[in-house]
């Protein structure tokens, strides 16, 4: 069975049906490309503090090191704006 036969064959199927494959497949396809995008980010950030000159890097070490320089950075940014508005409030 080609690739068209399959497709043909869904296009026959009810709305629900169709809408439930495209919902499907859209994730799985996602998910392949999220994963691959952790796996590789970090050699797209050398010069960063997620990195590690071990290469046994894994994907949730990358999540967590992004995590925590947001959280990082976010702190450094709300007290600034903190800041500043007290002094408008002034």
């Known amino acids: 069975m080609s690739l068209m036969d399959k497709i043909e064959n869904l296009r026959k199927k009810p709305e629900l049906v169709r809408y439930r494959v495209l ?18 980010f970090k050699y797209s950030l050398k010069n960063s503090n997620i990195t590690d000159k071990d290469d046994s890097l894994g994907p949730l ?27 408008i409030q002034k």
């Not at 070490?61 to 903190?82: A, C």
Request: avoid cysteine.
């Open 23 to 40: 919902m499907i497949s859209l994730i799985i396809m996602m998910s392949v490309i999220i994963f691959f995008w952790i796996t590789f």
């Open 61 to 87: 070490k990358t999540i967590s090191g992004m995590m925590s320089d947001f959280s990082r950075v976010f702190k450094d940014n709300f007290s600034k704006v903190k800041e500043n508005i007290e002094n």
